[in-house]
Structure formats: C-alpha cells, structure tokens
Nanobody
Framework: VQLQASGGGLVQAGGSLTLSCQASGITFDDYAIGWLRQAPGKDRELVSCISRSDGTTNYADSVKGRFTISGDDAKTTVSLQMNSLKPEDTAVYYC?????????WGQGTLVTVSS
C-alpha cells in the first residue's frame, strides 16, 4: 500500500495550489482521508479530512473558506484545493488514510507561500 502526495510548490500569497493524495494497493471506501501539515518548529496539525464512506468533510478554522477537500469517483485520489494562500500556510503537507484498524501515510509535499 502506498499513498503518493503531490502538488506542492512555491506560490505567492493569494495564489492557489492543488494537492493530490493518490493510493495504490487500496481504495478509500472505508477510510477517512486527512491532510495534515507541519511548519518548521511547530507540531503537525490536521488541515482537513474527508470520510469516503459518507463524504463528510472537516476543516481547521484557519483554512475554512479557503481550502476544499474532495475525492474522485474511483476512490483512489483525494485532492485539497488551496486558494487565497497565506505565508502562514507554508508547511510540509501530508496525507493519511485512516480506518479503525490501520493508518497509512504518504510522504510529505512542501508548500511554500511567499509574501
């Protein structure tokens, strides 16, 4: 099982990026998929998550209204559309797939927002 996170990069404040988390070896049917981030010197924090069983989504207060999480019909990819990016969004972003009995992690993808 692998989760491949991609889409990070350098963007100016106010810009947009879309991150993708693609699974191989599983489908996301019974999983909650989360995007987390870790900025230098800070703890990892949950940014957003989506339940692939019922589509429920959640967002950190800091990104509400700016970020949108979504999943594809094949249930192998979850995307995080990030708009109106701020310098404080700069971090390494990770995706994970959670089920009651297991968690899988993808590698991080770096997002850098310049002011």
């Amino acid at each position: 099982v692998q989760l491949q996170a991609s889409g990070g990069g350098l963007v100016q404040a106010g810009g947009s990026l879309t991150l993708s988390c693609q699974a191989s070896g599983i489908t996301f049917d019974d999983y909650a998929i989360g995007w987390l981030r870790q900025a230098p010197g800070k703890d990892r924090e949950l940014v957003s998550c989506i339940s692939r069983s019922d589509g429920t989504t959640n967002y950190a207060d800091s990104v509400k209204g700016r970020f949108t999480i979504s999943g594809d019909d094949a249930k192998t990819t979850v995307s995080l559309q990030m708009n109106s990016l701020k310098p404080e969004d700069t971090a390494v972003y990770y995706c994970n797939a959670n089920r009651y009995d297991r968690v899988y992690w993808g590698q991080g993808t770096l997002v850098t927002v310049s002011s």
